[in-house]
């Protein structure tokens, strides 16, 4: 009785962390409209990593505080922080220059890259249905693509970083789900924001050198919500869940971002959900669940071919 209830609380808490990245996604496409890209994900990571360590350091609200050996220090910055790094570049600019609910579309492909990755395509049903579901998949990403396609906008770009950023975040989640064998997740959350923050912070700078910056009260309390509930509280769940489950079945809570994220972008920032983004949605949700269900064991299907 103790698993099943182990799954709810997980199921729960990756529900609450697509809500409050939804909030973010779209907190975050705003301030990318203002603020140089490079530079908002370096001060949003830094300050959200240090806050995240300062209470693993200093209180036992998130468990005990492990200090960490060279060896995985070295990790850190080489496989959690720098993809961290690479993903938030792509992810941030995706958002200046296009949709925030199409970006999160291409997040919500994240599921399918992660089902290539953990199996290579076999003779056999179980291989068939991962990779079949995949079609639908791409046709929804193809139907993102075309309206830019068509008009050979700039937001062409956009797409193909958002697209881009949802192999990134794949990437990511597998870095952090091998690091999770020798360290807490919530200190992987809290050190990989950091060193990401870190990692970026050169080139935040020269941003800011070349283009100017400031900042007014309604930048700064939403730059405060995307690193407290963007940042310090979604992750330490995210990371949580990756160490209990498969990083696909994590990956895919991840169908729902879009929706979060089209909601609060609508609301706030006055984005229209279109019908293009509606039929990608029915696509790739359908490739993805298609992918991840049991149909063999439902229908007694065999798994060989």
Known sequence: MS????????????????FLWGGNNAGTKWLVMSWPPVFTGSIRFLCAGILLLAVLRFTKLLGAFQPLTPELRRQLWLRGGLSLAVYIVVFNWALRLTSASHVALYLGAA????LLWEEKPRRTWASARRYGP???TLAGIAVLFWPALRTMKLSLLGECLGLASSVLWTTFSQQVRALSAQLAETEIAAHTM???????????????????????GAQAGVLAFCIVFGGVVPYALWNSALRHWRTSRVLLFGN???LSTGLWAHH???EPLTHTFWMAMILIVAGVVLGQAGWAKIFGLPESM
């Not at 599921?111 to 992660?114: I, K, L, Y």
């Not at 950091?194 to 007014?216: D, K, Q, S, T, Y």
Request: hydrophobic residues 65%.
């Open 3 to 18: 698993q099943p209830k182990n799954n709810t609380v997980i199921a729960g808490s990756l529900l609450f962390t697509i």
């Open 194 to 216: 950091w060193m990401a923050g870190v990692w970026l912070l050169p080139v935040g700078l020269i941003e800011v050198a070349l283009r100017g910056f400031a900042v007014n």
């Open 134 to 136: 995949a079609l639908l």
């Open 256 to 258: 729902l971002i879009p």
């Open 268 to 270: 706030f920032l006055k």
């Open 111 to 114: 599921p399918v890259w992660a």
